[in-house]
């Protein structure tokens, strides 16, 4: 998919770094953007230029960890994910947001350092649900998310309603005070953070209908700090 024309600052800047669904991300950012910020440009971009550039950048993923990172690495754009993690509204989904956190389990890998914590494996002997049966891994499905506390991606979002996971590593955070919603599976973990400009989600917004749409519409008129405006 082509970059856009560098002189001409997207709205929202989706990073290309070969790992993830990002015809299901942009489009659904599309689809809100008619509504919420009509007019709004939507690039999915590789180019650090335009990421830099870009008014609000969303970091998406699926794989593995490992994988991850090296193509970050390979790419150019470690420098500028961190930049923008801490400078302007920023959305993690699903392996975007495990990257954040500073190490993870699978394949022993560092992550990008930007939230202190331990992305891990779902241990395999408490995958058990309330009648003892084996649940599965990945963890794969609608599972209601449960808010903690207030926050401007919230906003419109009941608390506990479901949206749409496909994952076998859950994230782990060293200070409960980044963690702004959370998940069972079979016990409680961190499916949401939040931390000035910066919001990620394990689970997939693009892929959970009415809950999934309405938190990235928040996100296309979010000033990364503020209130939701519209």
Same mark, same amino acid.
């Given at each position: 998919?082509?970059?856009?024309?560098?002189?001409?600052?997207?709205?929202?800047?989706?990073? +290309?770094?070969?790992?993830? =669904?990002?015809?299901?991300?942009?489009? *659904?950012?599309?689809?809100?953007?008619?509504?919420?910020?009509? $007019?709004?440009?939507?690039?999915?971009?590789? +180019?650090?230029?335009?990421? &830099?550039?870009? *008014?609000?950048?969303?970091?998406?993923?699926?794989?593995?960890? #490992?994988?991850?990172?090296?193509?970050?690495?390979?790419?150019?754009? @470690?420098?500028?994910?961190?930049?923008?993690?801490?400078?302007? /509204?920023?959305?993690? @989904?699903?392996?975007?947001?495990? *990257?954040? %956190?500073?190490?993870?389990?699978? !394949? +022993?890998?560092? !992550?990008?350092?930007?939230? #202190?914590?331990?992305?891990?494996? %779902? /241990?395999?002997?408490?995958?058990?649900?309330?009648?003892? &049966?084996?649940?599965?891994?990945?963890? @794969?499905?609608? =599972?209601?998310?449960?808010?903690?506390?207030?926050? /401007?991606?919230?906003? $419109?979002?009941? +608390?506990?309603?479901?949206?749409?996971?496909?994952?076998?590593?859950?994230?782990?955070?060293?200070?409960?005070?980044?963690?702004?919603?959370?998940?069972?599976?079979?016990?409680?973990?961190?499916?949401?953070?939040?931390?000035?400009?910066?919001? *990620?989600?394990?689970?997939? /917004?693009?892929?959970?209908?009415?809950?999934?749409?309405?938190?990235?519409? =928040?996100?296309?008129?979010?000033?990364?700090?503020?209130?939701?405006? !519209?």
């Amino acid at each position: 998919m082509p970059d856009p024309i560098n002189s001409e600052v997207a709205d929202v800047a989706i990073i +290309d770094y070969g790992m993830g =669904n990002l015809l299901s991300v942009s489009k *659904a950012f599309e689809h809100v953007a008619r509504e919420a910020n009509p $007019g709004a440009k939507i690039v999915v971009t590789s +180019d650090p230029a335009v990421i &830099a550039a870009a *008014a609000r950048v969303v970091f998406p993923g699926v794989g593995a960890m #490992p994988d991850c990172i090296r193509e970050l690495e390979q790419r150019g754009l @470690i420098d500028v994910v961190k930049a923008a993690a801490v400078s302007k /509204p920023f959305l993690g @989904i699903c392996l975007g947001m495990q *990257a954040l %956190f500073a190490h993870s389990e699978e !394949g +022993d890998c560092a !992550g990008l350092g930007l939230l #202190p914590g331990t992305v891990r494996l %779902f /241990p395999a002997e408490a995958m058990k649900d309330e009648h003892g &049966a084996k649940l599965k891994v990945p963890h @794969i499905g609608w =599972n209601q998310v449960h808010q903690a506390g207030t926050h /401007p991606l919230w906003a $419109g979002i009941e +608390d506990g309603a479901r949206f749409y996971f496909v994952h076998s590593y859950y994230a782990e955070p060293a200070s409960q005070d980044v963690v702004s919603g959370f998940t069972h599976y079979p016990f409680a973990f961190t499916c949401a953070v939040a931390r000035g400009n910066l919001f *990620a989600v394990q689970f997939h /917004p693009e892929k959970s209908q009415a809950a999934g749409l309405r938190l990235l519409a =928040n996100f296309v008129t979010w000033n990364g700090f503020g209130p939701v405006h !519209g």
